[in-house]
């Protein structure tokens, strides 16, 4: 019998995790996640994920492509776990009929922001109510309510990019969505306060 190669898939900008697994992410002792097929991550920073809320930001270091018979005892440890045998059963709870032939993609990153208050993944979507975050860096670049150069960076990346995450490949690393967020909703409250923009 012949057995196909699971279909690629690719990871968009959140990388969500059980609850279970949280506080350990957000400690810093599990620096991986092993996920089946061969998924390939669209950004190399993304939203730190669980039951729709985003507890911080994450840095994609490296992806390895390895079928689950060859997961290894250092595989395990970076993941969380305490053994191979532990990862090896919590692989197969979540993911029934797993084989030993089976792909599976090992993400390695770094917690680079831990948010001091979990955000609503759908506050993160809208813009800055109701006004696209590229509409708000557009304008204000052009009324000129930026008061640092980061933030006039930040604004440019924004406005030229049309979207944060591609914005935020753009700008240096010590610049997270958070502050992005930050200085968005600042330029969203001197656009109102100038008549320019409306608040709902």
């Known amino acids: 019998m ?8 690719e990871l968009g900008k959140y990388l969500s995790f ?3 697994y ?3 992410v957000l400690s810093g002792r599990k620096r991986s996640t092993i996920r089946l097929g061969i998924v390939t991550p669209r950004n190399s920073r993304v939203y ?3 039951n729709g809320k985003i507890y911080g930001e994450l ?11 060859e997961l290894t005892e250092k595989d395990a440890v970076r993941d969380g776990f305490n053994s191979l045998e532990e990862l090896k059963d919590a692989l197969k709870n979540i993911y029934t009929n797993l084989s030993g032939e089976d792909w599976v993609t090992i993400i390695h990153f770094r917690l680079i922001e831990k948010y001091v208050k979990p955000v609503e993944r759908s506050e993160i979507e809208k813009g800055v109510e109701g006004v696209s975050y590229t509409e708000v860096a557009r304008l204000g670049l052009a009324y000129s309510t930026y008061s640092s150069s980061t933030e006039r960076r930040v604004l440019t990346a924004v406005a030229y990019a049309g979207d944060i995450d591609t914005a935020l490949e753009k700008l240096s690393e010590d610049i997270s969505h958070r ?22």
Do not use: A, H, P, Q
């Not at 840095?59 to 018979?69: G, H, L, M, N, Q």
């Open 2 to 9: 012949i057995k196909f190669v699971r279909k690629r898939r």
């Open 18 to 20: 059980k609850r279970d």
């Open 22 to 24: 949280l506080n350990s």
């Open 48 to 50: 730190l994920e669980c």
């Open 59 to 69: 840095y994609i270091e490296s992806t390895e492509y390895v079928k689950f018979s």
């Open 179 to 200: 502050r992005v967020f930050g200085i968005l909703k600042k330029t969203f409250k001197k656009l109102v306060k100038m008549g320019v923009l409306r608040s709902s």
